[in-house]
């Protein structure tokens, strides 16, 4: 009977609990849960219910406040909200770019001996990781036909606030088809195909494997725990995620840590005009930090 009375709780959420969970999750994480989310918020914090035996949306949100200071809790709430949709060299100009224009004017600009030979990258919203394997196959590629790129250190940092999408990412093993699209010598080169239990899977190879490093990063808090600046920071498809202050937060935060005339690359949908006294446009939504005037 008890189980019965949660299912039928958990087929609506009334505005009211809607509007008390936008606020939670936009105050940690930045996300803003537009009007008419109640169906999609509903549904993905159900299982959350369910597992804790829950009777009410009201019940768990006095769960998550009780745990909001470091409780598991709220972190399960953030990876049920946020959204993961990626692929294997998702918008494909911006690896073109990466490998055709970033590397070659990174080595142009380091032509001493002194320069330290080191180029990195930032995978900002990694997600299950896609991306950041996406990045360092380009950059590998990029050193198999450049000599002057051989016995550079290459380093793709992937960060995500989703504990569950960076599991995936760490672990590296995707269904095969994801590489549909991908050239056969690329899948030859860099992945590994499942056996027995894992035929239909592939695996990212050790040499491509020891490029990234995984971390998790809430944008939003104060104190990123980064040391180092990038030469490009890959953050695409989640600024739509975020209202306009927020979006400037993160962004001025993220342009502290490019090097002068370091690249952002953005989501197709993505538009920062505002910020264009600091980001040079390029080309589809590819900006480079400007040199500081006088």
Request: charged residues 25%; contains cysteine; hydrophobic residues 40%.
């Amino acid at each position: 009977m008890a189980d019965a009375l949660m299912d039928r709780s958990l087929l609506s959420m009334g505005p009211a609990e809607f509007r008390l969970f936008r606020d939670l999750v936009h105050r940690h994480t930045g996300i803003w849960l537009r009007d008419g989310k109640e169906v999609m918020l509903a549904s993905r914090l159900s299982k959350r219910l369910r597992h804790h035996r829950i009777p009410s949306f009201a019940d768990y949100y006095d769960f998550v406040r009780n745990s909001e200071d470091g409780g598991e809790e709220l972190g399960e709430l953030i990876n049920c909200v946020t959204t993961n949709k990626t692929a294997f060299f998702r918008e494909g100009h911006h690896f073109d770019f990466l490998a055709q224009t970033v590397v070659p004017e990174i080595l142009a600009h380091s032509r001493r001996a002194t320069d330290p030979r080191v180029l990195r990258i930032w995978s900002a919203a990694c997600s299950t990781g896609e991306e950041p394997w996406s990045i360092a196959i380009t950059l590998l590629e990029a050193q198999t036909r450049t000599p002057a790129l051989r016995g550079w250190n290459l380093q793709v940092l992937a960060s995500d606030i989703d504990t569950h999408v960076l599991e995936t990412a760490r672990r590296s093993v995707y269904p095969e088809d994801e590489l549909d699209d991908v050239s056969p010598a690329i899948r030859r080169s860099y992945f590994l195909r499942g056996r027995d239990e894992m035929t239909g899977t592939v695996k990212v190879k050790n040499h491509l494997a020891a490029l990234v490093e995984f971390q998790r990063i809430n944008l939003i808090e104060r104190g990123w725990p980064l040391r180092t600046v990038f030469d490009a920071v890959f953050f695409r498809n989640a600024l739509i995620y975020f209202r306009q202050e927020t979006q400037d937060q993160v962004l001025r935060g993220i342009v502290r840590h490019l090097k002068p005339g370091g690249y952002l690359f953005l989501g197709h949908s993505e538009h920062i005009p505002w910020l264009h006294d600091i980001l040079e446009p390029l080309q589809k939504t590819i900006y480079r930090v400007r040199s500081p005037k006088g």
